[in-house]
Protein backbone atom coordinates (compact mmCIF):
# COMPACT_ATOMS: atom_id res chain seq x y z
CA UNK A 1 0.00 0.00 0.00
CA UNK A 2 2.80 2.21 1.08
CA UNK A 3 4.34 1.79 -2.50
CA UNK A 4 1.21 2.21 -4.42
CA UNK A 5 0.77 5.91 -2.38
CA UNK A 6 4.58 6.81 -3.41
CA UNK A 7 4.08 5.94 -6.72
CA UNK A 8 0.51 8.38 -6.60
CA UNK A 9 2.29 11.05 -5.12
CA UNK A 10 5.01 10.72 -8.00
CA UNK A 11 1.92 11.08 -10.52
CA UNK A 12 0.53 13.71 -9.12
CA UNK A 13 3.53 15.84 -8.89
CA UNK A 14 4.28 14.61 -11.98
CA UNK A 15 1.31 16.11 -13.70
CA UNK A 16 1.10 19.15 -11.50
CA UNK A 17 4.92 20.15 -13.01
CA UNK A 18 3.39 19.63 -16.44
CA UNK A 19 0.38 21.68 -15.70
CA UNK A 20 2.57 24.47 -14.91
CA UNK A 21 4.90 23.94 -17.25
CA UNK A 22 2.04 24.71 -19.95
CA UNK A 23 0.75 27.16 -18.23
CA UNK A 24 4.18 29.26 -18.46
CA UNK A 25 4.84 28.24 -21.98
CA UNK A 26 1.36 29.48 -22.78
CA UNK A 27 2.87 33.02 -22.04
CA UNK A 28 4.89 32.74 -25.04
CA UNK A 29 2.27 31.89 -27.56
CA UNK A 30 -0.59 33.83 -26.31
CA UNK A 31 0.85 36.99 -25.39
CA UNK A 32 1.83 39.93 -27.59
CA UNK A 33 5.27 41.71 -28.05
CA UNK A 34 3.71 44.37 -26.49
CA UNK A 35 3.39 42.43 -23.58
CA UNK A 36 7.49 42.18 -23.07
CA UNK A 37 8.55 43.65 -20.18
CA UNK A 38 9.96 47.25 -20.17
CA UNK A 39 13.33 47.77 -18.49
CA UNK A 40 15.06 50.54 -15.64
CA UNK A 41 17.28 51.46 -18.66
CA UNK A 42 14.87 52.79 -20.67
CA UNK A 43 14.53 55.72 -19.01
CA UNK A 44 17.71 56.79 -18.77
CA UNK A 45 19.57 58.30 -21.68
CA UNK A 46 22.32 56.55 -23.80
CA UNK A 47 25.64 56.98 -22.03
CA UNK A 48 28.55 55.60 -21.03
CA UNK A 49 28.31 53.01 -18.81
CA UNK A 50 30.33 54.63 -15.80
CA UNK A 51 27.72 57.37 -16.04
CA UNK A 52 24.95 55.06 -15.69
CA UNK A 53 25.88 53.54 -12.65
CA UNK A 54 26.86 56.98 -11.13
CA UNK A 55 23.05 58.18 -12.34
CA UNK A 56 21.82 55.31 -10.49
CA UNK A 57 23.60 55.28 -7.23
CA UNK A 58 22.61 59.26 -6.87
CA UNK A 59 19.09 58.38 -7.14
CA UNK A 60 18.28 61.72 -8.58
CA UNK A 61 15.69 59.56 -11.31
CA UNK A 62 12.48 59.16 -9.78
CA UNK A 63 12.11 55.68 -10.99
CA UNK A 64 15.60 54.59 -9.92
CA UNK A 65 14.46 55.99 -6.83
CA UNK A 66 11.29 53.85 -6.74
CA UNK A 67 12.89 50.65 -8.17
CA UNK A 68 15.07 50.68 -5.73
CA UNK A 69 12.50 51.30 -2.46
CA UNK A 70 10.46 48.50 -3.95
CA UNK A 71 13.12 45.96 -4.50
CA UNK A 72 14.16 46.55 -0.59
CA UNK A 73 10.23 46.36 0.40
CA UNK A 74 9.70 43.19 -1.61
CA UNK A 75 13.21 41.85 -0.82
CA UNK A 76 11.90 42.34 3.15
CA UNK A 77 8.68 40.84 2.67
CA UNK A 78 9.58 38.21 0.43
CA UNK A 79 12.30 36.96 2.80
CA UNK A 80 10.49 36.95 5.72
CA UNK A 81 7.29 34.78 4.50
CA UNK A 82 9.84 32.29 2.43
CA UNK A 83 11.47 31.36 5.50
CA UNK A 84 7.62 30.05 6.71
CA UNK A 85 6.92 28.71 3.17
CA UNK A 86 10.57 26.51 2.88
CA UNK A 87 10.30 25.11 6.35
CA UNK A 88 6.64 24.39 5.76
CA UNK A 89 7.40 22.82 2.55
CA UNK A 90 5.03 24.39 0.62
CA UNK A 91 7.09 25.97 -2.15
CA UNK A 92 4.29 25.10 -5.08
CA UNK A 93 1.85 27.30 -2.68
CA UNK A 94 3.64 30.40 -3.24
CA UNK A 95 3.88 29.88 -7.12
CA UNK A 96 0.50 28.52 -7.49
CA UNK A 97 -0.54 31.98 -5.84
CA UNK A 98 1.57 34.29 -7.75
CA UNK A 99 0.14 32.46 -11.23
CA UNK A 100 -3.65 32.65 -9.35
CA UNK A 101 -3.65 36.23 -8.34
CA UNK A 102 -2.95 37.09 -12.62
CA UNK A 103 -6.64 37.05 -13.14
CA UNK A 104 -7.63 39.57 -10.39
CA UNK A 105 -4.89 41.99 -11.53
CA UNK A 106 -6.32 42.06 -14.43
CA UNK A 107 -10.15 42.59 -13.12
CA UNK A 108 -8.89 45.41 -11.22
CA UNK A 109 -6.85 46.96 -13.94
CA UNK A 110 -11.14 46.88 -15.53
CA UNK A 111 -12.94 47.73 -13.22
CA UNK A 112 -10.70 51.02 -12.53
CA UNK A 113 -12.78 52.16 -15.94
CA UNK A 114 -16.45 51.72 -14.56
CA UNK A 115 -18.04 54.44 -13.97
CA UNK A 116 -20.61 55.29 -10.89
CA UNK A 117 -23.36 54.31 -12.68
CA UNK A 118 -21.90 51.73 -14.36
CA UNK A 119 -22.12 49.68 -11.64
CA UNK A 120 -25.30 48.13 -12.28
CA UNK A 121 -25.10 48.06 -16.44
CA UNK A 122 -20.80 46.85 -16.57
CA UNK A 123 -20.41 49.85 -18.79
CA UNK A 124 -16.95 50.61 -19.26
CA UNK A 125 -15.13 53.95 -19.90
CA UNK A 126 -12.43 52.17 -22.56
CA UNK A 127 -10.70 55.55 -23.24
CA UNK A 128 -9.94 56.42 -19.65
CA UNK A 129 -8.99 53.29 -18.18
CA UNK A 130 -6.15 53.67 -16.04
CA UNK A 131 -3.39 51.56 -13.76
CA UNK A 132 -5.25 51.87 -9.94
CA UNK A 133 -3.01 50.26 -7.77
CA UNK A 134 -5.30 49.65 -4.92
CA UNK A 135 -8.08 48.15 -7.29
CA UNK A 136 -5.25 46.23 -8.56
CA UNK A 137 -4.66 44.63 -5.39
CA UNK A 138 -8.35 43.75 -4.01
CA UNK A 139 -8.47 42.17 -7.12
CA UNK A 140 -5.09 40.47 -6.68
CA UNK A 141 -6.13 39.14 -3.31
CA UNK A 142 -9.04 38.37 -4.08
CA UNK A 143 -8.14 36.05 -6.81
CA UNK A 144 -5.55 35.01 -4.70
CA UNK A 145 -7.94 33.75 -1.89
CA UNK A 146 -10.19 32.03 -4.20
CA UNK A 147 -7.13 29.84 -5.64
CA UNK A 148 -6.35 28.64 -2.21
CA UNK A 149 -10.44 27.96 -1.47
CA UNK A 150 -9.89 25.60 -5.06
CA UNK A 151 -7.42 23.91 -3.75
CA UNK A 152 -8.50 23.50 -0.08
CA UNK A 153 -11.65 22.26 -1.58
CA UNK A 154 -10.44 19.84 -4.64
CA UNK A 155 -7.92 18.06 -1.47
CA UNK A 156 -11.34 17.77 0.72
CA UNK A 157 -13.90 16.52 -1.82
CA UNK A 158 -11.74 14.60 -3.62
CA UNK A 159 -9.29 12.00 -3.94
CA UNK A 160 -6.78 14.50 -5.91
CA UNK A 161 -3.09 15.02 -4.20
CA UNK A 162 -2.39 18.60 -2.84
CA UNK A 163 0.13 19.08 -5.26
CA UNK A 164 -2.00 18.07 -8.12
CA UNK A 165 -4.46 20.55 -6.63
CA UNK A 166 -1.82 22.98 -6.82
CA UNK A 167 -1.13 23.07 -10.52
CA UNK A 168 -5.05 21.95 -11.45
CA UNK A 169 -5.41 25.63 -10.04
CA UNK A 170 -2.09 27.17 -11.03
CA UNK A 171 -2.87 26.19 -15.11
CA UNK A 172 -6.45 26.95 -15.23
CA UNK A 173 -6.38 30.90 -13.21
CA UNK A 174 -2.93 31.23 -15.32
CA UNK A 175 -4.94 30.86 -18.50
CA UNK A 176 -7.65 32.86 -17.43
CA UNK A 177 -5.74 35.91 -16.61
CA UNK A 178 -3.58 35.52 -20.06
CA UNK A 179 -7.26 35.95 -21.42
CA UNK A 180 -8.11 38.98 -19.77
CA UNK A 181 -4.82 40.48 -20.36
CA UNK A 182 -4.94 39.61 -24.72
CA UNK A 183 -8.34 41.33 -24.22
CA UNK A 184 -6.92 44.58 -22.36
CA UNK A 185 -3.87 44.89 -24.94
CA UNK A 186 -6.72 45.29 -27.62
CA UNK A 187 -8.51 48.29 -25.69
CA UNK A 188 -7.44 51.94 -26.78
CA UNK A 189 -5.26 52.15 -23.52
CA UNK A 190 -3.97 48.88 -22.90
CA UNK A 191 -0.62 49.63 -24.13
CA UNK A 192 -0.02 52.32 -22.64
CA UNK A 193 -1.38 51.68 -19.09
CA UNK A 194 1.45 49.04 -18.27
CA UNK A 195 -1.00 46.40 -16.91
CA UNK A 196 1.47 43.78 -18.79
CA UNK A 197 4.50 44.43 -17.52
CA UNK A 198 2.60 42.59 -14.66
CA UNK A 199 3.59 39.22 -16.71
CA UNK A 200 7.31 39.77 -16.57
CA UNK A 201 7.97 42.94 -14.31
CA UNK A 202 9.03 46.14 -14.67
CA UNK A 203 10.67 47.95 -11.62
CA UNK A 204 10.89 51.02 -13.85
CA UNK A 205 6.90 51.10 -13.63
CA UNK A 206 6.80 51.30 -10.03
CA UNK A 207 5.33 54.76 -9.16
CA UNK A 208 4.55 56.60 -6.01
CA UNK A 209 1.11 54.99 -5.50
CA UNK A 210 2.97 51.63 -5.88
CA UNK A 211 5.55 52.63 -2.91
CA UNK A 212 3.00 53.87 -0.82
CA UNK A 213 1.01 50.28 -1.02
CA UNK A 214 3.78 48.56 -0.85
CA UNK A 215 5.33 50.33 2.37
CA UNK A 216 1.80 49.26 4.19
CA UNK A 217 1.86 45.47 2.76
CA UNK A 218 5.35 45.33 4.27
CA UNK A 219 4.92 46.90 7.37
CA UNK A 220 2.05 44.76 8.19
CA UNK A 221 3.71 41.30 6.95
CA UNK A 222 6.72 42.21 9.64
CA UNK A 223 4.61 43.14 12.21
CA UNK A 224 2.75 40.03 12.09
CA UNK A 225 5.89 37.63 11.95
CA UNK A 226 7.33 40.07 14.65
CA UNK A 227 3.77 39.66 16.92
CA UNK A 228 2.91 36.08 16.14
CA UNK A 229 6.63 34.60 15.58
CA UNK A 230 5.99 32.02 18.23
CA UNK A 231 3.02 31.00 16.87
CA UNK A 232 4.70 30.82 13.28
CA UNK A 233 7.23 28.76 14.25
CA UNK A 234 5.54 26.01 16.47
CA UNK A 235 3.24 25.09 13.61
CA UNK A 236 5.92 25.24 11.32
CA UNK A 237 8.20 22.76 12.56
CA UNK A 238 5.57 20.94 15.05
CA UNK A 239 1.91 20.73 14.30
CA UNK A 240 0.96 18.08 16.56
CA UNK A 241 2.66 19.80 19.10
CA UNK A 242 0.84 23.27 18.10
CA UNK A 243 -2.75 21.10 18.58
CA UNK A 244 -1.95 19.71 21.29
CA UNK A 245 -1.55 23.14 23.07
CA UNK A 246 -4.44 24.75 21.50
CA UNK A 247 -2.96 26.64 18.88
CA UNK A 248 -5.32 27.74 16.06
CA UNK A 249 -3.14 25.68 13.58
CA UNK A 250 -5.62 26.51 10.28
CA UNK A 251 -6.38 30.05 10.98
CA UNK A 252 -2.50 30.65 11.11
CA UNK A 253 -2.51 28.46 8.18
CA UNK A 254 -4.71 30.46 6.91
CA UNK A 255 -3.68 33.69 7.86
CA UNK A 256 0.06 33.11 6.39
CA UNK A 257 -1.59 32.22 3.01
CA UNK A 258 -3.25 35.70 2.80
CA UNK A 259 0.01 37.27 3.96
CA UNK A 260 1.71 35.36 1.14
CA UNK A 261 -1.14 36.51 -1.01
CA UNK A 262 -0.27 40.01 -0.41
CA UNK A 263 2.96 40.00 -0.72
CA UNK A 264 2.91 38.43 -3.85
CA UNK A 265 0.82 41.03 -5.26
CA UNK A 266 2.95 43.94 -4.46
CA UNK A 267 6.46 41.87 -5.75
CA UNK A 268 4.13 41.46 -9.31
CA UNK A 269 5.42 44.98 -10.03
CA UNK A 270 9.08 44.58 -10.12
CA UNK A 271 9.53 40.72 -10.95
CA UNK A 272 6.76 39.67 -12.54
CA UNK A 273 4.00 36.51 -12.37
CA UNK A 274 6.13 34.30 -13.68
CA UNK A 275 9.25 34.63 -11.44
CA UNK A 276 7.27 36.03 -8.39
CA UNK A 277 7.62 32.72 -6.48
CA UNK A 278 11.33 32.58 -6.95
CA UNK A 279 11.90 35.92 -4.35
CA UNK A 280 9.64 34.09 -1.89
CA UNK A 281 11.69 30.51 -2.55
CA UNK A 282 15.58 31.54 -3.51
CA UNK A 283 16.61 33.79 -0.99
CA UNK A 284 15.03 31.80 1.67
CA UNK A 285 16.08 28.44 0.23
CA UNK A 286 19.54 29.63 0.68
CA UNK A 287 19.47 31.05 4.08
CA UNK A 288 17.90 27.50 5.15
CA UNK A 289 21.37 26.53 3.88
CA UNK A 290 23.69 28.45 6.05
CA UNK A 291 21.94 28.35 9.62
CA UNK A 292 19.86 26.01 11.64
CA UNK A 293 18.37 28.67 13.88
CA UNK A 294 15.14 30.62 12.56
CA UNK A 295 15.79 34.20 13.33
CA UNK A 296 18.90 33.86 11.84
CA UNK A 297 17.11 32.30 8.33
CA UNK A 298 14.92 35.04 8.63
CA UNK A 299 17.68 37.71 9.01
CA UNK A 300 19.39 35.98 6.27
CA UNK A 301 16.84 35.80 3.50
CA UNK A 302 15.69 39.77 4.23
CA UNK A 303 19.21 39.97 3.47
CA UNK A 304 19.65 38.38 0.61
CA UNK A 305 16.48 39.49 -0.89
CA UNK A 306 17.22 43.23 -0.30
CA UNK A 307 20.84 42.58 -2.08
CA UNK A 308 18.87 40.30 -5.22
CA UNK A 309 16.29 43.02 -5.53
CA UNK A 310 18.42 46.08 -5.76
CA UNK A 311 21.44 44.00 -7.39
CA UNK A 312 18.60 43.35 -10.04
CA UNK A 313 17.55 46.79 -10.70
CA UNK A 314 21.07 47.50 -10.83
CA UNK A 315 21.91 45.88 -14.01
CA UNK A 316 18.52 46.22 -15.25
CA UNK A 317 19.45 49.75 -15.48
CA UNK A 318 23.30 49.27 -16.67
CA UNK A 319 22.17 46.61 -19.75
CA UNK A 320 18.47 48.29 -21.43
CA UNK A 321 18.24 45.12 -22.49
CA UNK A 322 17.93 43.32 -19.97
CA UNK A 323 14.73 43.03 -17.86
CA UNK A 324 14.61 43.64 -13.98
CA UNK A 325 12.80 40.44 -12.43
CA UNK A 326 14.85 38.02 -14.44
CA UNK A 327 17.88 40.10 -12.78
CA UNK A 328 16.54 39.94 -9.85
CA UNK A 329 15.93 36.30 -9.61
CA UNK A 330 19.52 35.62 -11.17
CA UNK A 331 21.14 37.46 -8.42
CA UNK A 332 19.19 35.63 -5.42
CA UNK A 333 19.92 32.34 -7.61
CA UNK A 334 23.62 33.37 -7.69
CA UNK A 335 23.27 33.57 -3.85
CA UNK A 336 21.44 30.04 -3.13
CA UNK A 337 24.48 28.63 -6.06
CA UNK A 338 27.14 30.18 -2.96
CA UNK A 339 25.23 28.88 -0.37
CA UNK A 340 24.52 25.59 -1.89
CA UNK A 341 28.54 24.93 -3.28
CA UNK A 342 29.92 26.86 -0.35
CA UNK A 343 27.93 26.71 2.77
CA UNK A 344 29.84 26.59 6.20
CA UNK A 345 27.87 23.65 7.12
CA UNK A 346 25.92 21.97 4.02
CA UNK A 347 28.08 22.71 1.39
CA UNK A 348 28.90 20.56 -1.45
CA UNK A 349 32.34 21.96 -1.90
CA UNK A 350 32.62 22.14 2.09
CA UNK A 351 31.10 18.52 2.94
CA UNK A 352 34.05 17.45 0.25
CA UNK A 353 36.43 19.06 1.60
CA UNK A 354 35.48 17.31 5.08
CA UNK A 355 35.28 14.08 3.42
CA UNK A 356 38.67 14.33 1.93
CA UNK A 357 40.14 15.76 5.26
CA UNK A 358 38.82 12.89 7.69
CA UNK A 359 39.68 10.28 4.83
CA UNK A 360 43.27 11.57 5.40
CA UNK A 361 43.49 11.62 9.15
CA UNK A 362 42.17 8.19 9.27
CA UNK A 363 44.75 7.36 6.82
CA UNK A 364 47.59 9.00 8.73
CA UNK A 365 45.65 7.43 11.97
CA UNK A 366 46.08 3.84 10.43
CA UNK A 367 49.36 3.83 9.41
CA UNK A 368 50.70 5.39 13.02
CA UNK A 369 48.88 2.32 14.57
CA UNK A 370 50.41 -0.16 11.95
CA UNK A 371 53.84 1.41 12.86
CA UNK A 372 52.78 0.45 16.57
CA UNK A 373 51.69 -3.10 15.74
CA UNK A 374 55.20 -3.26 13.55
CA UNK A 375 56.94 -2.84 17.06
CA UNK A 376 54.90 -4.34 19.29
CA UNK A 377 54.95 -7.64 16.87
CA UNK A 378 58.83 -7.26 17.28
CA UNK A 379 58.50 -6.22 21.28
CA UNK A 380 61.12 -3.43 20.51
CA UNK A 381 61.05 -0.08 22.37
CA UNK A 382 58.98 3.01 20.81
CA UNK A 383 62.27 4.85 19.80
CA UNK A 384 63.36 2.08 17.59
CA UNK A 385 63.07 2.74 13.61
CA UNK A 386 60.84 0.57 11.21
CA UNK A 387 61.69 -0.26 7.66
CA UNK A 388 59.36 0.49 4.64
CA UNK A 389 59.27 -3.31 4.28
CA UNK A 390 58.25 -3.72 7.42
CA UNK A 391 55.30 -1.15 7.18
CA UNK A 392 54.14 -2.06 3.43
CA UNK A 393 53.66 -5.54 4.81
CA UNK A 394 51.91 -4.82 7.55
CA UNK A 395 49.53 -2.59 5.90
CA UNK A 396 49.52 -4.57 2.54
CA UNK A 397 50.47 -2.04 0.57
CA UNK A 398 53.08 -1.54 -1.76
CA UNK A 399 56.50 0.39 -0.73
CA UNK A 400 55.86 3.56 -2.92
CA UNK A 401 52.14 3.39 -1.16
CA UNK A 402 53.76 3.74 2.41
CA UNK A 403 56.31 5.89 1.04
CA UNK A 404 54.30 8.48 0.37
CA UNK A 405 52.20 8.19 3.53
CA UNK A 406 55.38 8.21 5.69
CA UNK A 407 56.19 11.54 3.61
CA UNK A 408 52.64 13.12 4.72
CA UNK A 409 53.47 11.93 8.57
CA UNK A 410 56.73 13.30 7.94
CA UNK A 411 54.81 16.84 7.11
CA UNK A 412 52.69 17.01 9.91
CA UNK A 413 55.70 16.25 13.17
CA UNK A 414 54.70 12.90 13.35
CA UNK A 415 57.36 10.92 12.31
CA UNK A 416 60.84 11.43 11.19
CA UNK A 417 62.20 9.43 8.18
CA UNK A 418 66.13 8.29 7.31
CA UNK A 419 68.18 6.72 4.87
CA UNK A 420 67.04 8.52 2.55
CA UNK A 421 63.48 8.12 3.50
CA UNK A 422 63.55 4.17 4.12
CA UNK A 423 63.59 4.55 8.21
CA UNK A 424 60.75 5.59 10.19
CA UNK A 425 60.56 6.91 13.43
CA UNK A 426 58.34 8.11 16.22
CA UNK A 427 58.46 11.62 17.33
CA UNK A 428 56.97 12.02 20.85
CA UNK A 429 53.79 13.38 19.25
CA UNK A 430 53.55 10.30 16.52
CA UNK A 431 53.83 7.99 19.77
CA UNK A 432 51.21 9.68 21.84
CA UNK A 433 48.70 9.41 18.52
CA UNK A 434 49.66 6.04 17.86
CA UNK A 435 49.17 5.07 21.19
CA UNK A 436 45.57 6.40 21.57
CA UNK A 437 44.23 4.63 18.24
CA UNK A 438 45.63 1.62 19.33
CA UNK A 439 43.76 2.11 23.12
CA UNK A 440 40.60 3.40 21.58
CA UNK A 441 40.38 0.11 19.28
CA UNK A 442 41.23 -2.52 21.54
CA UNK A 443 38.90 -0.75 24.85
CA UNK A 444 36.04 -0.70 22.18
CA UNK A 445 36.79 -4.68 21.09
CA UNK A 446 36.90 -5.44 25.04
CA UNK A 447 33.31 -3.42 25.34
CA UNK A 448 31.82 -5.21 23.10
CA UNK A 449 32.57 -8.68 23.47
CA UNK A 450 32.18 -7.74 27.38
CA UNK A 451 29.20 -5.72 27.71
CA UNK A 452 27.46 -6.63 23.99
CA UNK A 453 27.99 -10.12 24.29
CA UNK A 454 29.50 -10.29 21.03
CA UNK A 455 31.96 -13.08 19.52
CA UNK A 456 35.67 -11.68 20.14
CA UNK A 457 36.27 -12.05 15.86
CA UNK A 458 33.18 -10.18 15.29
CA UNK A 459 34.38 -6.85 16.69
CA UNK A 460 37.21 -6.09 14.48
CA UNK A 461 35.85 -4.16 11.57
CA UNK A 462 33.45 -2.27 14.09
CA UNK A 463 36.47 -0.84 16.49
CA UNK A 464 38.13 0.20 12.99
CA UNK A 465 35.69 2.68 12.12
CA UNK A 466 34.88 3.50 15.96
CA UNK A 467 38.62 4.15 16.89
CA UNK A 468 38.72 7.32 14.98
CA UNK A 469 36.14 9.35 16.47
CA UNK A 470 36.11 8.02 20.45
CA UNK A 471 36.29 11.49 22.53
CA UNK A 472 38.47 11.68 25.87
CA UNK A 473 35.29 11.38 27.19
CA UNK A 474 33.68 8.30 25.96
CA UNK A 475 37.53 6.58 26.87
CA UNK A 476 37.08 7.48 30.31
CA UNK A 477 33.47 5.98 30.73
CA UNK A 478 34.52 2.90 29.12
CA UNK A 479 37.28 2.38 31.62
CA UNK A 480 34.48 2.95 34.07
CA UNK A 481 32.51 0.25 32.94
CA UNK A 482 34.85 -2.21 32.44
CA UNK A 483 36.53 -4.29 34.99
CA UNK A 484 39.99 -4.45 33.35
CA UNK A 485 41.02 -2.57 31.05
CA UNK A 486 44.69 -4.41 30.96
CA UNK A 487 44.22 -6.72 27.79
CA UNK A 488 42.10 -7.16 25.03
CA UNK A 489 39.92 -9.43 24.00
CA UNK A 490 42.68 -10.91 21.69
CA UNK A 491 45.18 -11.08 25.15
CA UNK A 492 46.81 -7.82 23.52
CA UNK A 493 47.90 -5.42 25.83
CA UNK A 494 46.14 -2.08 25.79
CA UNK A 495 48.21 1.15 25.97
CA UNK A 496 47.79 2.77 29.33
CA UNK A 497 48.19 6.23 30.48
CA UNK A 498 51.95 5.76 31.30
CA UNK A 499 52.64 4.64 27.68
CA UNK A 500 50.90 7.17 26.10
CA UNK A 501 52.86 9.63 27.92
CA UNK A 502 56.15 7.84 27.80
CA UNK A 503 59.12 10.31 27.77
CA UNK A 504 61.53 8.95 25.45
CA UNK A 505 64.25 10.32 22.65
CA UNK A 506 64.15 9.42 19.00
CA UNK A 507 67.20 6.87 17.63
CA UNK A 508 68.68 7.36 14.81
CA UNK A 509 69.13 3.94 12.85
CA UNK A 510 72.26 2.03 13.11
CA UNK A 511 73.81 -0.59 10.80
CA UNK A 512 71.47 -3.20 12.03
CA UNK A 513 68.49 -0.92 11.56
CA UNK A 514 67.23 -0.91 14.89
CA UNK A 515 68.37 2.20 16.13
CA UNK A 516 71.22 3.31 18.55
CA UNK A 517 71.12 7.05 20.56
CA UNK A 518 72.07 9.72 18.73
Known sequence: MSQQRSILAKQGRGAGHALGLLAVLAVFVVLPESAWPAKIGDVAEETSLGQQAIRFFSFRDPSVRYAVIGSVLLGISCGLLGCFIVVRKMALVGDTLSHAVLPGVALGFLFSGVSASGLFDWSFDVDNITKNPTLIFCGAVVAGVAGTFLVNTLKRTTKIKEDSALGLTLASFFAVG?????????????????IDKFMFGQAAAIGEDDIRLMTGITVLIVAVVFVF?????????DAGFARAIALPSQWIHHGLMLLVAFAVVIALQAVGVVLVSAMLITPAAAAYLLTDRM????????????????????????????PTGPCMVLGASAVFAVAFFGGPRHGVLTRWWRHMSRSKRVQ???????????????????????????????RRETIDEVSGQAK???????????EEGNKILFTPNGWQLACTIV??????????????NIAADHVHDDAEQIEHVLGDDVVRELERMLDDTTRDPHGRAIPGFVDIHKPFAPTVPGPSGYGRSS
Open 364 to 394: RENTLKALFQVLEYREAEPEESVSLKELAER
Open 229 to 237: YKELLVTSF
Open 408 to 418: ELKQHGLVTLH
Open 178 to 194: ICLLTMIQDLPTGNKSG
Open 439 to 452: RNHRLWELYLTNAA
Open 295 to 322: HRMLLLAVGFGVASGVLGAFISFLKPNI
